[in-house]
C-alpha cells in the first residue's frame, strides 16, 4: 500500500529523490531499478517508495546489517550483500556507527571525524558489469541509483555503458564528480537535473521521456 497522508504521497528518500524520479516514470506501472548502495530498506531508501507500487529490482548493498533488513523487507527483490567496483575481488570497508556513510573509499573514510566509532573489514567486490550481467539478464533497468560515499568513479569504471544502458542514472555528487561525470557524458549521458546532492543523468536515447 502506498505511503499516503491527506492524498499526497510521502517520500521515503532523502532529498526526495523518489520523488523526482517519479517524475519520470508516473506513468509506468511497472518498472525495474538497480540500487548500489542501497542501505536500510525503507528509511532515506529512494526505492521503497517504487517497491510498494510494484516495481522490482536489485539491491546491493556491503553491509550486512542493511542487507539483512533488505532481505526481510524487500522479499521480492534481488538483494546482494557485495560491493560494487571496477573488478572482481576483495576491498576494505570502512562501517560507522552511521551506515549511511559507510565506505570503500579509504580516504574518504579517514577523512571523517575521528570521533565517530568505525569498524574496518573486508567484502568481496563485483562489477557493474557482471551485475547486469548475472541479474539484470536483458531486462530494462529504468533506473539506477548510486550512493557509495566516493567510490562512485570505481562503480561507473566497472560498466560497459554502450551495452548496458538505464534510461535514468541518479548518483550521489558530494565527492569529486569530476573523477567520473565525463565517462557518462561521453556515453550518451546527459546531466538534466542536480537537486543539490544528486545528479540525475538520462540516456540521450530517452531524453524525450
Not at 166 to 185: A, F, G, K, R, Y
Request: glycine content about 8%; proline content about 2%; overall charge negative.
Amino acid at each position: 500500500m502506498d505511503k499516503i497522508f491527506r492524498g499526497r504521497l510521502i517520500t521515503y528518500s532523502q532529498n526526495k529523490e523518489d520523488l523526482i524520479l517519479w517524475g519520470y516514470f508516473h506513468g509506468l506501472r511497472k518498472g525495474f531499478y538497480v540500487d548500489i548502495g542501497a542501505n536500510d530498506p525503507i528509511e532515506d531508501s529512494v526505492t521503497k517508495f517504487f517497491y510498494v507500487r510494484g516495481w522490482h529490482g536489485i539491491n546491493i548493498e556491503p553491509q550486512t546489517i542493511c542487507w539483512e533488513g533488505l532481505q526481510k523487507d524487500r522479499t521480492k527483490d534481488i538483494n546482494l550483500c557485495i560491493g560494487v567496483s571496477d573488478e572482481e575481488g576483495e576491498e576494505e570497508i570502512t562501517t560507522f556507527e552511521n551506515t549511511g556513510i559507510s565506505t570503500l573509499n579509504k580516504q574518504v573514510a579517514t577523512g571523517y571525524s575521528t570521533d565517530l566509532t568505525s569498524v574496518t573489514s573486508t567484502v568481496k567486490t563485483t562489477t557493474l558489469n557482471k551485475v547486469f550481467k548475472n541479474y539484470v539478464k536483458g531486462r530494462t533497468v529504468h533506473f539506477l541509483k548510486i550512493d557509495v560515499e566516493g567510490y562512485e568513479a570505481k562503480v561507473i569504471g566497472g560498466n560497459n555503458w554502450k551495452k548496458n544502458r538505464p534510461w535514468v542514472i541518479c548518483i550521489e555528487q558530494t565527492w569529486d564528480p569530476s573523477s567520473w561525470s565525463n565517462v557518462l557524458v561521453e556515453n550518451g549521458y546527459v546531466l538534466h537535473i542536480f537537486d543539490g546532492l544528486n545528479a540525475y543523468y538520462v540516456a540521450e536515447e530517452h531524453s524525450q521521456m
